[in-house]
C-alpha cells in the first residue's frame, strides 16, 4: 500500500499553510470558498482522508462523542436473520417493533448534532458489565448511554474520567448528567383524554414497569386515574397480569373471555402495536370496543391500524441536549451536571376514537 498522503502534502498541492488545509475541513466556515476548493481539489487528487487519532494526538482529546445502548438490540437474535443471505430469495422482511424505533430516532439527533458541531460519532451496544461500554469510553470524549433494564453501577467510574449523559433515568446520581422527559404529565394527559374526551371509566395499564421511564408511566397512570375516577369501582379479577412481564398472556385471556377493559394505555408504542395486533386476531374491535393508547410517538404507530394515539417524546431535541451537554462539561470539567426534563405532547389517531391526527 502506496504512502498515506498527510496534510503536508495537502498543503503543498493546493499551495497553502497546513492551518488553511485544518480550518477547510474542520471549521470551513474560516476558509474563503476559492481556497476551500482548492484544498479540496488537493484533496481529492491526492486521496487525503484526515487523521482523527492524529489530531487527537495534538490536542490530547479524540474528538467524537459516543453513543451506547445496553443490549437493546441483542435480546433473542434470530440466526436465520443475522446471516448473509446467498441470492435475494433469502432477503427476510423483519419485524420493525423488535428493533429499538426510540433508540434510533433520538440517535437521529445526536448524529446531527455531532455533525453541526464538527464532531465523529461512535455507535456501540452490549451489555453494561462487558467491555464494550469501556472499550467505547476510551476512544471518545464524551458518552451518552441508554442503561436499559441494568444497574448503572457500571458507569459510574467511566464519569469520573469523562462526561456522561444518561437517557430516562432518575436523577439521583450527580456524577453525570441526565436526559428524560415528564412521563407522568404526558400519562396524564393520555388519561384526561380518554375520561374527559370519550367518557371511559374502567381503564387499565399495559407493560410491565421495569424500567424507570416506565415505572414513572405507571405512576402517573394511577395518580391520573385517582384523580379522575375516584368513585370507580373496583378493577375485576384478571388483570394484574397486564402490569407484569407477562402481559400478553394476560390480554390474551381478557379478550377471549371478552373481560376486557374500555381502554388499554400502553406503557410503550411497541407494546401498544404488540396489543392491536393481539385484539386483531381475536376480532376484538378497536376503538370499538377498546381503545388502544400507546407512548414514545415512533414512527410505526402512524403506520399501524387502526392509527395509534400517543405521547411524543421530542427524540431529535433529547439527542441534540445531549451533544450540548456533554460538550458543556467538556469544556468546564468542574461545572454541575444537569437534570433535563423535556416535556411530552399528545396526539390523538384512530385507536382511541379520534378522528384525523390532533396534536394536544
Known amino acids: 500500500m502506496a504512502r498515506r498522503p498527510t496534510v503536508y502534502d495537502v498543503a503543498e498541492r493546493a499551495g497553502v499553510s497546513i492551518t488553511?488545509?485544518?480550518?477547510?475541513?474542520?471549521?470551513?466556515?474560516?476558509?474563503?470558498?476559492?481556497?476551500?476548493?482548492?484544498?479540496?481539489?488537493?484533496?481529492?487528487?491526492?486521496?487525503?482522508?484526515?487523521?482523527?487519532?492524529?489530531?487527537?494526538?495534538?490536542?490530547?482529546?479524540?474528538?467524537?462523542?459516543?453513543?451506547?445502548?445496553?443490549?437493546?438490540?441483542?435480546?433473542?437474535?434470530?440466526?436465520?436473520?443475522?446471516?448473509?443471505?446467498?441470492?435475494?430469495?433469502?432477503?427476510?422482511?423483519?419485524?420493525?417493533?423488535?428493533?429499538?424505533?426510540?433508540?434510533d430516532e433520538v440517535e437521529r439527533g445526536f448524529a446531527?448534532?455531532?455533525?453541526?458541531?464538527?464532531?465523529?460519532?461512535?455507535?456501540?451496544?452490549?451489555?453494561?458489565?462487558?467491555s464494550a461500554v469501556y472499550d467505547i469510553a476510551g476512544r471518545v470524549d464524551g458518552l451518552a448511554i441508554f442503561p436499559g433494564t441494568h444497574s448503572l453501577d457500571a458507569v459510574h467510574a467511566i464519569a469520573q474520567s469523562i462526561p456522561l449523559v444518561a437517557f430516562n433515568t432518575p436523577g439521583t446520581d450527580a456524577s453525570f448528567s441526565h436526559v428524560s422527559v415528564d412521563n407522568r404529565e404526558g400519562v396524564t394527559r393520555i388519561v384526561e383524554h380518554?375520561?374527559?374526551?370519550?367518557?371511559?371509566?374502567d381503564l387499565a395499564f399495559v407493560g410491565e414497569g421495569s424500567m424507570y421511564d416506565f415505572a414513572e408511566r405507571l405512576t402517573g397512570f394511577r395518580h391520573a386515574v385517582d384523580a379522575l375516577l375516584p368513585d370507580r369501582p373496583a378493577s375485576p379479577a384478571g388483570r394484574e397480569g397486564l402490569e407484569t412481564t407477562e402481559w400478553a398472556t394476560a390480554l390474551r385471556d381478557l379478550a377471549v373471555a371478552d373481560r376486557l377493559p374500555g381502554a388499554l394505555v400502553c406503557?410503550?408504542?411497541?407494546?401498544?402495536?404488540?396489543?392491536?395486533?393481539?385484539?386483531?386476531?381475536?376480532?376484538?374491535?378497536?376503538?370499538?370496543?377498546?381503545?388502544?393508547?400507546?407512548?414514545?410517538?415512533?414512527?410505526a404507530g402512524r403506520l399501524s391500524t387502526p392509527m395509534l394515539t400517543t405521547v411524543r417524546q421530542p427524540f431529535?431535541?433529547?439527542?441534540?441536549?445531549?451533544?450540548?451537554?456533554?460538550?458543556?462539561?467538556?469544556?468546564?470539567?468542574?461545572?454541575?451536571?444537569?437534570?433535563?426534563?423535556?416535556?411530552?405532547?399528545?396526539v390523538t389517531r384512530a385507536s382511541c376514537g379520534c378522528g384525523a391526527p390532533v396534536e394536544a
Open 20 to 103: 488553511t488545509v485544518s480550518f477547510a475541513f474542520r471549521q470551513p466556515g474560516r476558509v474563503r470558498a476559492a481556497t476551500r476548493e482548492a484544498v479540496m481539489e488537493a484533496a481529492r487528487e491526492l486521496g487525503y482522508v484526515p487523521s482523527g487519532s492524529a489530531r487527537g494526538l495534538a490536542r490530547g482529546s479524540t474528538g467524537a462523542f459516543g453513543l451506547y445502548a445496553f443490549d437493546l438490540m441483542l435480546a433473542d437474535a434470530d440466526p436465520r436473520t443475522t446471516a448473509v443471505p446467498a441470492d435475494a430469495s433469502e432477503v427476510g422482511e423483519g419485524d420493525p417493533r423488535v428493533f429499538p424505533l426510540y433508540v
Open 194 to 201: 380518554l375520561v374527559q374526551a370519550h367518557g371511559v371509566r
Open 316 to 346: 431529535e431535541h433529547m439527542g441534540r441536549i445531549a451533544v450540548r451537554l456533554l460538550a458543556d462539561r467538556l469544556s468546564d470539567p468542574e461545572g454541575a451536571t444537569v437534570f433535563r426534563t423535556l416535556p411530552t405532547r399528545l
Open 267 to 299: 406503557q410503550s408504542d411497541q407494546v401498544a402495536l404488540v396489543a392491536l395486533d393481539l385484539l386483531a386476531e381475536h376480532g376484538v374491535d378497536v376503538p370499538g370496543r377498546v381503545r388502544v393508547t400507546g407512548f414514545d410517538g415512533i414512527l
Open 112 to 130: 446531527l448534532e455531532c455533525r453541526e458541531t464538527g464532531r465523529a460519532l461512535l455507535l456501540a451496544s452490549g451489555a453494561p458489565s462487558g
